[in-house]
């Protein structure tokens, strides 16, 4: 495999910016990931408050790499009337990526809907592979361009086969990375993957301490990966 790009979901309202550039400017292909949720914004600490999101956006890392993570209301919206509100519409213009969480089983889709909004942002888009999204997901893939969407797979169990990427696609694995078990992780990406197969990782929680986003993590991470040079340029 080849790892392109390492995603630190959860920037918080206590995270300094000052920090994260100089983080990025060492370790150009760190993302920042942002969760956005319109109940849980300023409310639970992984979640910022949508002032400071706007600032962090705003600050001097605004030519950071970052993704826009949307939850719950939000991506309902997005799959059913293709609708997003002002804030986020001012968010997307200052991000890479933007990833939509959601679970077919507990969510209802309009397809001609969800593509005008998808249509109306250059962004490409993350969508998390999971059981009930497989169908869907599987319906759209010889429709759209590579580029549009990225696909993410969940390796947050202890398991012993990495599942299968979606051939000719950009896909990425999250669930359960941190500073303890990532170079164990990322040997076994390396040893189920295709060796030429450019792929990247989202860690959150495994960055958190005491729920507070911990960029000295962060940092041990990037230690991890630069130390066994598992970013290939």
């Given at each position: 495999?080849?790892l392109?790009?390492?995603?630190f979901?959860g920037v918080?309202?206590?995270?300094n910016?000052?920090?994260?550039?100089?983080?990025?400017?060492?370790?150009?292909?760190?993302?920042?990931?942002?969760?956005?949720?319109k109940?849980?914004?300023?409310?639970?600490k992984?979640?910022?408050?949508?002032?400071k999101?706007?600032?962090h956006?705003?600050?001097?890392?605004?030519?950071?790499n970052?993704?826009?993570?949307l939850c719950g209301?939000?991506v309902q919206?997005?799959?059913?009337?293709?609708?997003?509100n002002?804030?986020?519409?001012y968010?997307?213009?200052?991000i890479n990526?933007?990833?939509?969480?959601?679970?077919?089983?507990?969510?209802?889709i309009?397809?001609?809907k969800?593509?005008?909004?998808?249509n109306?942002?250059p962004?490409p888009?993350?969508l998390?592979i999971?059981d009930?999204n497989?169908p869907?997901?599987?319906?759209?893939?010889?429709y759209?361009n590579?580029?549009r969407?990225?696909?993410?797979?969940d390796?947050?169990?202890?398991?012993?086969?990495?599942?299968k990427p979606i051939e000719?696609?950009?896909?990425?694995?999250t669930?359960?990375l941190?500073?303890?078990?990532?170079?164990?992780?990322?040997?076994?990406?390396?040893?189920?993957l295709p060796?030429?197969?450019?792929?990247?990782?989202?860690?959150e929680?495994g960055?958190?301490?005491?729920?507070?986003?911990?960029l000295s993590?962060v940092e041990?991470?990037?230690e991890i990966?630069?130390?066994?040079?598992?970013?290939?340029?």
């Amino acid at each position: 495999m080849i790892l392109k790009k390492v995603t630190f979901t959860g920037v918080d309202d206590w995270t300094n910016t000052n920090h994260m550039v100089d983080i990025w400017k060492k370790n150009k292909w760190v993302e920042w990931g942002y969760l956005y949720s319109k109940n849980l914004n300023g409310v639970e600490k992984r979640y910022p408050n949508v002032k400071k999101l706007i600032q962090h956006f705003k600050s001097e890392g605004y030519f950071m790499n970052r993704s826009l993570h949307l939850c719950g209301s939000v991506v309902q919206e997005i799959l059913s009337n293709g609708l997003i509100n002002y804030d986020i519409t001012y968010l997307m213009t200052g991000i890479n990526r933007v990833q939509l969480n959601f679970n077919l089983k507990q969510s209802h889709i309009n397809i001609i809907k969800f593509f005008s909004f998808i249509n109306r942002y250059p962004n490409p888009f993350i969508l998390q592979i999971n059981d009930n999204n497989k169908p869907f997901i599987n319906a759209i893939i010889p429709y759209v361009n590579e580029d549009r969407f990225h696909f993410l797979f969940d390796i947050s169990n202890d398991i012993k086969e990495i599942p299968k990427p979606i051939e000719g696609r950009i896909c990425g694995w999250t669930g359960g990375l941190s500073p303890d078990n990532l170079e164990q992780k990322l040997i076994q990406l390396e040893e189920q993957l295709p060796k030429d197969l450019g792929i990247w990782i989202d860690i959150e929680t495994g960055v958190r301490t005491d729920d507070y986003f911990d960029l000295s993590k962060v940092e041990k991470c990037c230690e991890i990966i630069n130390k066994f040079n598992y970013i290939k340029r």
